[in-house]
């Protein structure tokens, strides 16, 4: 037996990992008050020179669960920030699974890449993309890349392979998009400065007549308009851009629909609304690993055309069979190796099904309405104008000291009330820059967060402010 197999040792190994896991479950099942700090055993550890003779596993497993025990992991029941995913259980599992026989959909991998297009054809159900095809991707900056790649294609046939001549392609997108789009554009050769950033409404909405203004102005000046991107839930408030009213705009430009961060809420009553139009798109990033709860990574693209893909991408190797004409996963993905991240999410919606999914995201959309009207009865918070359309909740609180203060001033406390909320541990939220001014932006995405999460961070951002006080 190779000295790199747990030999007979395995199954102790396993048990000795379920309970690790088990722990780890229960600990996350509410918000602790503090974080830990690395202890000094560990830190000698992360010091050693690279081990050259086998240590006994168990030993090693427990080190790795309480080095991941100090670090930031999103999650955590009031782990705020940034968009965080939530390392749903049964997606932990699907993912060791997948990972013990580590199948590669870069080719037909049999009943696994049965398992990524079903999984594929439930997710467009979710969320109303009908008849869709696609792959998962590693995020959803992997997954823009992707679309737009294929946009560019069709923009200017060819154009892979010889380049974009004197050409000049342009991209649209809401002044708040990600910034994965201007990367997409970067990468691809469009270049960064053709990404026209589409002016955005009080609703921080892509505005859909002065897109068409931009394209109008383009086509005068002989660019090529080469796709539009909405985005449907911004990273920086969640903004949902009018998707029909863009692809009314677009005629034939491509559409593609940076859901990475909202796009689930289009399952939900209450926000499915925002997504009218949808199925219009030529394509569709959404982010598993984000909202639908899933361990990273778990993007996936949404096509209604996956030829199109194949014209981007598709190559002839040697060494890839292509027999009966069939199109390879490969001829249609950026990566090559993948790894089967489709599991964790089928697991998911086998397991779970779609319904609590619609019910655990109902339960962040109204915890960021709460949050929302906590912060806007109470004198001493400050939130933006309208209520949110998904879960982010940009907000900022205001000491009685700071009440004539300057905007400065405030920019100052918030930025130091953020790294004072980190340091106190009990909730961790990020900060976000609007309209020139420092926020605090709380985020909802995790199916463990309770309404009395919600109170408890609202009660501690206000004594953390307070305590600060001296500014
Ligand atoms: C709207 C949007 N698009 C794209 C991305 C990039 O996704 P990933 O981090 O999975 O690459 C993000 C990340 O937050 C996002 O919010």
Redesign the pocket.
């Known amino acids: 037996m190779s000295s790199l197999s747990l030999g007979p040792d395995r199954d102790r190994v396993l048990n000795h990992a379920a309970e690790l896991v088990s722990g780890i479950w229960a600990d996350f099942d509410e918000a602790r008050d503090s974080h830990p700090m690395t202890s000094p055993g560990l830190e000698k550890i992360l010091k050693e020179q690279l081990p050259q003779d086998p240590s006994d596993p168990i030993a090693a497993l427990d080190f790795a669960a309480e080095a991941l025990d100090s670090s930031l992991t999103q999650a955590r029941p009031r782990y705020l920030a940034?968009?965080g995913s939530s390392g749903l259980e049964i997606g932990a599992l699907g993912d060791l699974l997948a990972h013990s026989h580590d199948p590669n959909l870069a080719l037909d991998a049999g009943t696994a890449s049965e398992i990524e297009r079903q999984t594929i054809t439930w997710l467009g159900e979710f969320l109303g993309y009908n008849n869709a095809q696609g792959f998962f991707t590693s995020?959803?900056?992997?997954s823009?890349l992707t679309a737009l790649a294929a946009a560019r294609e069709q923009a200017l046939p060819d154009s892979r392979s010889t380049g974009m001549g004197t050409h000049t392609l342009a991209l649209y997108s809401s002044a708040e998009a990600?910034y994965?789009v201007r990367r997409a554009a970067e990468v691809l050769g469009i270049g960064g400065d053709n990404v026209r950033s589409i002016h955005i409404d009080s609703q921080r909405r892509m505005d859909p007549s002065a897109l068409a203004q931009a394209i109008k102005a383009d086509r005068e000046a002989g660019v090529i308009p080469m796709a539009v991107v909405a985005?449907a839930?911004?990273?920086l408030t969640g903004a949902v851009d009018s998707i029909n009213e863009i692809a009314d705009v677009c005629g034939d430009i491509w559409l593609h629909v940076?859901g990475?961060?909202g796009l689930p809420a289009a399952g939900t009553k209450t926000a499915g609304p925002l997504f009218t139009g949808l199925d219009r798109a030529n394509s569709v990033?959404i982010?598993a690993?984000?909202w639908l709860f899933v361990p990273k990574a778990c993007?996936a693209l949404l096509v209604k055309r996956p030829e199109l893909l194949a014209q981007a991408f598709s190559h002839n190797e040697a060494y890839i069979p292509h027999e009966h004409g069939d199109t390879n996963a490969v001829d249609i993905t950026f990566e090559y190796s993948r790894p089967l991240r489709a599991l964790k999410l089928w697991l998911a919606f086998k397991v779970h099904g779609a319904q609590s999914f619609r019910d655990a995201l109902e339960g962040n959309l109204a915890q960021a309405q709460l949050l929302y009207h906590l912060a806007s009865d109470a004198p001493d918070f400050e939130v933006l104008s309208s209520p949110p359309q998904l879960s982010t909740v940009p907000l900022r609180h205001i000491p009685a000291s700071l009440e004539a203060a300057s905007s400065t001033q405030i920019n100052k406390h918030t930025a130091q009330l953020q790294l004072a909320l980190v340091a106190d541990g009990r909730v961790y939220i990020s900060p976000a820059q609007i309209n020139g001014d420092t926020w605090l932006r709380p985020c909802f995405t995790n199916f463990r967060t309770t309404t009395e999460d919600v109170h408890v961070s609202f009660d501690v951002i206000r004594e953390v402010s307070n305590s600060l006080g001296n500014d």
């Open positions: 940034y968009i995020g959803g900056t992997v823009n990600h994965s985005t839930g911004t990273t940076d990475a961060y990033s982010d690993h984000k993007s």
